[in-house]
Every structure is written in structure tokens, then in C-alpha cells.
């Protein structure tokens, strides 16, 4: 790239990256096309452009409604003031204020001139609102446009997809080509509940993370020069969905690191060295779902878990943000299918987590290590999860002691879950479909077994506690 080129760009604040941007939007509305509330259309002071322009009655509350399409990032007006005084107008979107802008004399009412405000438009049909805010009115009005938004960056190489997670804004998508990419990926970016982030992929788009490399920082954040070897990890990064494609051989599969309300929808993650997919450091209110998960731990199957939520107290010091515990609470784990081949236990929910949703898994315990208590297809540690309508099996080669097991390593936890509607198939093998380790710690908030549960080929029964009608 010439040196005047890159220049150029860095004037135009564009990403000096070679990424192939589509869908930019930059619209104009014709303000006397929109919906208007005392105020005028006229013609008499040239210069607009459609066919007129807006004069609002000079009162607080007159405004102009525009329906627009999102995303976009920035508002601008195009408006005339023929007086000296500011005529501010505060801008909502879908009834929800998002600032105000000022609108200071233009020097004529035929002097035309734009001001322009940021606001966070999510894709699909919204009202934009501009509602004066003085008894002066507002200006007259020409047009609003929308703009700034890219709707969606398209990469097919590791380089643009580094590039794209470092500066992906609210409200974008990043799409995968398929194809493999190696490499380290992270994002510390944010999206917003309004403007969430989706990076997205067919099954035939694969992350790999040939590391680690460098050397660990004491707790597992974000550090130059250290590559953890995770196959895709999200750092401070909430409201992003991840959907489709597959991430593989590498260290870990999915982190997220206090990145709550991420959506994981339709993921493939397998052949990796530890566990499949972690929510951790307090990435609550968060979502896998329709995914699927197999052959964890190929090296520490102990560490193999398919699902992780939370973090073992032993780790807290590293990963509990909120008070000292990790508080990845109120995940839901819906509709995956999960094993064989998974070396801990499918789903891991760990001490101090609560409120989460555990429902519609299959789980295949083929290959059920039994290292490091990993004999389970879920171990309970948190507290009030609904666990319904799992549909579990197991079959040799593997250890397995029982399906769902509690347990309480701090006090207080493991306490208070509910199984609902579980089938459990435990091979001949599995104790207990649901084995609860104590009933005396939970005595305050008891974990409840439904008899809507069911259990075949078990060597003991569907659970060690009464189980509830
Ligand atoms: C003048 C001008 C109008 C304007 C009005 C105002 O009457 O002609 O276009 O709207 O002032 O002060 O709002
Ligand atoms: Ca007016």
C-alpha cells in the first residue's frame, strides 16, 4: 500500500486492513416523509432537497418521527436555524432517548448545515425521534441520515478475522468463509444489548489454535505475548452471538472471560486438549445452545469437560471478579448434544454459580474418563438450576458412576436443583440416574428429584434421595 493510500485511510478513520466491508448503509430520510407532530411542511427558504422541509411550531415537544433501518451508528440532521439561539432537539430511538443534539443558528433560514450525534441502532425497522426541547421549537428540518454502519465484514483468511475481532463494532457481523484458520483469536471488544455482536460461520469455517505460546501470566488474562492456545476466546467482551462453525484442536475450545450475555447457537467444538466451551470470570446470563460437543481431554482428560460454568473455588482467586467467586450464573445449556468421547464430565457447574438452565441435552458417556471425579455426564456444584428433559446414555469404555451427581465442596452450594422429565440409560454401569452427595448440607435449600424422571438399566435406581410425586 502507497504511503499517501494509507494516509488517506487513516484520514477516513478506516481499519488499514484488507477486509471486504459490504452492506454500508448511509440513508436519508426526507423529514416531510416522516411522521410529523406540530409542525409544518413548506417550501418558501430554498435549499433543502426533497420536496420541502419541516418547519416545526415553535413549542417544547414538536418532533419528527422517521422510520429508518438499522444498523447504524450516527444520526445527522440536516436543518436551517435563521436565529442566533440554539434550538437543541433530543433524539429516542424506539422511545428510548439516545442524547441530544445541539442546533445552533446556520445564519439564514436558506443556510443548510448538518450536526450529527452517535446512537447505537440495531439491524431491522426502528422509529428515530427528534423532539424539541425549548419553547423555541426546532429548526426547520431537511432530512435526517443514518450512517456509519457496516452491516456486515466478511473475512476468509486468519489475518482478517484477527483484524476484524480487534475492531468490530456494536451491532456488526463478522462472516466466515469456510475454509481453516489458524491462529490466536481473541476479541476485547463489546457489543450492547441493543447492538449485539455476531461472529458467524458454516460448520465448514474451523478455528484452530496451534499453541499456546509465550509464557502464562499468574491468572489467565489478556497479556502480549502470551498465546493461551484457546481455539476462540472473548475477554470483557458481552452481548456477542457465535454461531455455526466449528472450533477445533486446540488447547481449549470457547473462553469467556466476564462476557456476559453471549449466545452460542449451533457451534461444533471437538478434538481439544482440555474442556470444550468455559464460561468464566462472572460470563453470566449467557446461552449455548444447539450445538455440539465431543472428544475433549486428548491431553488432560481430567480437564476435559464438555460445558464449564463458573470456576472451582481453588481458582477463584484468579477468575472471581464479583466479590471474590466466579458468578457465571443463569447460563442455559439447551439442545446440545454432547459426547462421546467427552473425558469429564459433559456439563461442569461449578461452586458459587446459581440460576442456571440445563435442558433438551442428549449426552453420549462413551469415553467417560473417571479422572479427576470426572464420572458423571453432569456434576452439580452451583445452587437452583433447572435440570429437564435431558435424554442421557452410557455404554463402554469409560467410568461411570452415576448421571447427574451433587456435590458440595463449599457450603452452601450444590443446593437447591431440580430434575424434571430426565430419561437416563445408564448401561448397567451407572449407580444412580441422580445421585445426591448430601442431604444434610442442603437441609435449608433442598435439591429435588421429580418422579417424572426415569432410569433403565441402572445398578441401583433412578436416585438416592425420596423422590417428590
Ligand atoms: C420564520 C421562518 C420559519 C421558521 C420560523 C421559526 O418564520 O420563516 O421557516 O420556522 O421563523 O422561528 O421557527
Ligand atoms: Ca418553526
Not at 443534539?101 to 450529527?116: E, H, K, Q, V
Not at 425521534?129 to 421549537?137: P, Q, V
Not at 445452587?383 to 442421557?392: I, P, R, T
Request: charged share 10%; proline share 5%; hydrophobic share 35%.
Amino acid at each position: 500500500m502507497s504511503p499517501q493510500f494509507a494516509a488517506t485511510l487513516l484520514l477516513l478513520n478506516l481499519p488499514l486492513v484488507d477486509v471486504n466491508m459490504v452492506g454500508v448503509t448511509a440513508t436519508d430520510y426526507q423529514a416531510e416523509n416522516c411522521l410529523i407532530s406540530q409542525g409544518v411542511v413548506e417550501s418558501n427558504h430554498t435549499g433543502y432537497t426533497g420536496s420541502g422541509f419541516v418547519n416545526t411550531d415553535n413549542v417544547t415537544g414538536s418532533y419528527v418521527q422517521c422510520t429508518v433501518s438499522g444498523p447504524a451508528t450516527s444520526l445527522s440532521v440536516r436543518y436551517a436555524n435563521g436565529t442566533t439561539t440554539n434550538r437543541p432537539m433530543a433524539a429516542s430511538q424506539d422511545g428510548t432517548a439516545q442524547g441530544s443534539i445541539n442546533l445552533p443558528g446556520t445564519g439564514a433560514w436558506t443556510s443548510w448545515a448538518t450536526a450529527t450525534v452517535p446512537i447505537s441502532i440495531a439491524s431491522g425497522t426502528h422509529t428515530v425521534r427528534l423532539t424539541s426541547t425549548t419553547s423555541n421549537g426546532g429548526p426547520n428540518l431537511d432530512r435526517i441520515s443514518i450512517d456509519g454502519a457496516v452491516d456486515v465484514i466478511n473475512v476468509s483468511t486468519s489475518t482478517q478475522l484477527r483484524s476484524a475481532l480487534s475492531t468490530v463494532q456494536p451491532g456488526q457481523t463478522i462472516q466466515l468463509a469456510p475454509g481453516v484458520y489458524h491462529g490466536s483469536f481473541i476479541t476485547q471488544r463489546a457489543g450492547t444489548a441493543s447492538a449485539p455482536i455476531t461472529l458467524s460461520g458454516p460448520r465448514d469455517a474451523v478455528l484452530i489454535n496451534d499453541g499456546p505460546a509465550g509464557t502464562a501470566p499468574a491468572c489467565p488474562t489478556p497479556t502480549a505475548g502470551w498465546d493461551p492456545g484457546y481455539g476462540l476466546w472473548l475477554a470483557n467482551a458481552p452481548y456477542w452471538n457465535l454461531t455455526g462453525f466449528t472450533v477445533a484442536e486446540s488447547k481449549k475450545g470457547v473462553v469467556l472471560d466476564n462476557s456476559h450475555h453471549v449466545v452460542i447457537d449451533g457451534l461444533y467444538v471437538h478434538h481439544v486438549d482440555d474442556e470444550a466451551v468455559h464460561f468464566r470470570r462472572s460470563s453470566a446470563d449467557g446461552v449455548i445452545r444447539n450445538s455440539r460437543i465431543e472428544y475433549t481431554g486428548l491431553v488432560q482428560p481430567g480437564f476435559g469437560e464438555g460445558v464449564y460454568l463458573g470456576s472451582a473455588n481453588s481458582n477463584w482467586s484468579c477468575h472471581g471478579n464479583s466479590g471474590g467467586v466466579d458468578r457465571s450464573d443463569r447460563i442455559q445449556v439447551i439442545g446440545n448434544t454432547i459426547g462421546p468421547l467427552v473425558k469429564a464430565e459433559h456439563i461442569d457447574v461449578k461452586e458459587g454459580t446459581q440460576g442456571g438452565v440445563i435442558r433438551g441435552n442428549t449426552f453420549n458417556g462413551t469415553g467417560i474418563s473417571g479422572q479427576n471425579s470426572g464420572d458423571s455426564w453432569v456434576d452439580v456444584k452451583g445452587n437452583n438450576y433447572l435440570l429437564q428433559a435431558n435424554v442421557g446414555t452410557f455404554s463402554p469404555p469409560g467410568t461411570f458412576a452415576n448421571g447427574y451427581e451433587t456435590h458440595n465442596p463449599v457450603s452452601g452450594f450444590g443446593c437447591g436443583n431440580v430434575w424434571r422429565d430426565n430419561r437416563s440409560d445408564l448401561g448397567g454401569v451407572g449407580a444412580y440416574a441422580i445421585r445426591i452427595t448430601s442431604t444434610s448440607a442442603c437441609s435449608s435449600n433442598p435439591n429435588v428429584v421429580y418422579s417424572s424422571n426415569t432410569v433403565t438399566n441402572a445398578r441401583s435406581g433412578l436416585t438416592n434421595i425420596t423422590v417428590t410425586p
